[in-house]
């Protein structure tokens, strides 16, 4: 109860800041991705022939539900990096909390209740664009929010916690060009991972993304088998668990000296 | 009279560096109690454990009659802490910075915008209240910095180099705003690299060197004890060999541009070396300080 509390002061403090800067998230959160559907789903997407392979719908629709899973992804990149670190080295902002009764590990449930929160409108957002370009195959599509978010947090939570053993910000750049880069083109977004070689698949299936698209896209066009469905959320929370335990103790070994 | 902070024996090391080397601390209720010493003395570290932050390596601590290393969190409710680099959300207003700070203690939403307003007074920033930090002035960031730790009306008050980097308009109106705490009340520990801001503001200090305690009293004490009542200071051009005055005073140090003649009475000291032909470019009486205290005790200076 303690830790509920002291965790949501410090989500209010996020939302404070968020309400006088929202537009300069907005705009790398909502933009990108309504380019991507639009330039890719729609555009590229109008000379690209229905499969079976992709369920035999237009383009734009098998692409919107992964895109809702690159949009959280890339949304989680974003929040669980230098803004971590900032904080911990520039605002300072998680060393003024923990002089006051909030702990270490408060500071990291506040900072992953936050991202969660935030990747959960970035995906409402995109669907509700997606809906109104008409790329939803159905409402089944609204289920991709919170797996899309779910998805999120499973990269983010570990994540934050190696930005937290970070002093400077020179490896951010490492995961944005050979993690995010990687696992937004080849994790089955854009093309079933089925045409990639099959000694690729291993690595493929480590990654929260290639989980978080297959929940979205079963979910967007109820194919959803409730075994392998299962083995996706546990995966995906798994990730978030580990990710928690060890971020506060590295939030602990860095705030509490 | 109660105590707020006991330390026996405490240490802090960081790996092989010791940076706190068994000190015995006792604040008392109501005080102004002071850590005077150089950077890297092992003042920062005492602190956060003091702040309940960081834990101790060694010794005992008790903060408001509680152990920091189970009661972190309800010790922590109780005090206010000032550190030693702003950490205040430049991002949002200055009232906001006051109000999400008391919410991170629990308090009503109603309780904060009462307690933020009333501290705005007290920071002399109402008519910033809506401004945003960042462009503020280093003087007013480090009083809404103070204010923002009084959110909470704190027993008592650490402040970490409080006037740092301040320049000495902002230094006095701060020192005036510390005053008046301590006269509501509120039991104050300081530390500090200036002797001036420990004379003028610290009951009880103890000089720290090297993570030890070299010394402890109050200013008037330390200075009747380890210095003498006057100083003649006699100033050399660089590179001139300086005389050899011993017989005159008390205790002679030598500093690189100058001599101190520690003495009782330094218009008769300066007579006399006059006498001897002695010509200084320049020659100044004063009063002992800490600083002579602490130039005694560790034969450095405090400020280079």
Known sequence: MQTLKASWAGFEKSWTWYRRNWQATAVSGFVTPVLLLVALGLGFGSQVESTALIGGVPYVQYLAPALVVVTALQGATFESTYSIMSQFLWQKSYVAMVATPITPAQVLYSQMMWIGSQLFVRSAVFVGVAALLGAA????????????TLAGLAFSAPLVAYSATLEKPDAFTTIFRFVLMPMTLFTGAFFPVSQLPGWLLPL????PSWHGIELARGAAFGTLDLLPASGHVAYLTALVVVGVAFGVRFFHRRLAV | MENLVEAKALTKHFGAFEAVRGIDVEVRRGEAFGFLGPNGAGKSSTMRMISCVSGRSG?????????????????????????????LDTELTVRQNLQIYGRYFGMSRQRCREKAAELLEFAQLGDRADHEVEPLSGGMKRRLTIARSLVNDPELLLLDEPTTGLDPQARHLLWDRLFRLKQDGVTLIITTHYMDEAE??????????GGRIAAEGSPSELISRYSTKEVLELRFPPGARKPDLERFADRVEVLPDRLLLYTHDGEHVLAKVHEQGVQPVQSLVRRSSLEDVFLRLTGRTLVD
Not at chain 1, 138 to 144: E, H, W
Not at chain 2, 66 to 82: C, F, N, S, Y
Not at chain 2, 200 to 209: A, E, F, I, T
């Open chain 1, 137 to 148: 195959a159905g409402p089944g599509i609204l289920l991709a929010i919170p797996l899309a």
């Open chain 2, 200 to 209: 003028q503001l610290c009951d009880r200090l103890v000089v720290m060197d």
């Open chain 1, 204 to 207: 493929v299936w480590l990654t």
């Open chain 2, 59 to 87: 010794g005992e601590l008790k903060v408001l009659g509680m152990d920091p290393g189970r009661d972190g969190p309800k010790i922590r409710a109780r005090l206010g802490v000032v550190p030693q680099l702003d950490n």
